[in-house]
């Protein structure tokens, strides 16, 4: 089956520093989503692509969907303490289940 | 705040106990999906329902027994569960249709297989 690497696999900033994270797949997909779970609760969506080369923005969040179709990469602005989390990519292809990738976790440094 | 609804948020039960997890959401979506998180892991998929039918089944063992008795509920029945069954429980919802439309996750339930 269709698997996602996701990387880094955890980052350690400080507050400020701008952050970009990637999705890599061996197959193509439809769409890209990005999500990020805080601890206790469920993946809040922040981002969806839904063209190769789309690039879009939510905020100090920008995503870009890749032309190949089969990468995606997430980069955060000026990281604040509340971007603290796990963020995950997700991609679709066709009526297909979604594939998770396995997380990036993002820990600011005091 | 969720727009997709679970209760209760945390769940303890004996392996001979039989409880409900129980999913809501108010958005018109027609596909509803079960999925199960460990820590530090990605959600899995259990279950979709499209239309209040089941069309998904991840070949998920019998002791969890998923319901849709409206196209807003989404229930998701345990009996004889297993200590390794202990995870989040995320229930999801999405337009019906391709696979192409982006899934909202409610915030889950913590079961806890004693």
């Known amino acids: 089956g269709q698997q996602l690497n996701q990387s880094p696999q955890s980052m350690f900033i400080q507050e400020g520093e701008d952050v970009s994270m990637n999705c890599t797949s061996s197959s193509i997909f439809n769409t890209w989503l990005w999500y990020k779970q805080d601890p206790g609760e469920g993946p809040v969506l922040l981002i969806a692509l839904y063209k190769a080369g789309e690039l879009t923005s939510n905020g100090r969040l920008t995503a870009q969907f890749g032309i190949t179709r089969k990468d995606s990469f997430l980069n955060i602005s000026a990281s604040i303490p509340s971007d603290v989390g796990i963020y995950f990519c997700a991609g679709h292809f066709g009526n297909e289940k979604l594939t998770f990738g396995t997380g990036t976790r993002l820990t600011i440094i005091p | 705040d969720t727009e997709v609804t679970q209760t209760p948020k945390h769940l303890v039960m004996g392996m001979t106990n039989k409880k409900s997890l129980k999913c809501e959401q108010h958005?018109?979506?027609?596909?509803m999906y079960w999925y199960k998180q460990k820590a530090k892991k990605p959600p899995e998929l259990m279950f979709v329902?499209?239309?209040?039918?089941?069309?998904i089944n991840e070949s998920v063992p019998s002791r969890f027994s998923p319901e849709c008795p409206n196209s807003s509920l989404l229930n998701l029945h345990l009996h004889a569960l297993q200590p390794e069954d202990s995870a989040l429980y995320l229930c999801a919802s999405s337009q019906a249709g391709t696979g192409a439309q982006p899934q909202h996750f409610g915030d889950g339930t913590r079961l806890s297989i004693l």
């Open positions: 329902y499209s239309y209040e039918k089941l069309s």
């Open positions: 958005m018109g979506h027609r596909a």
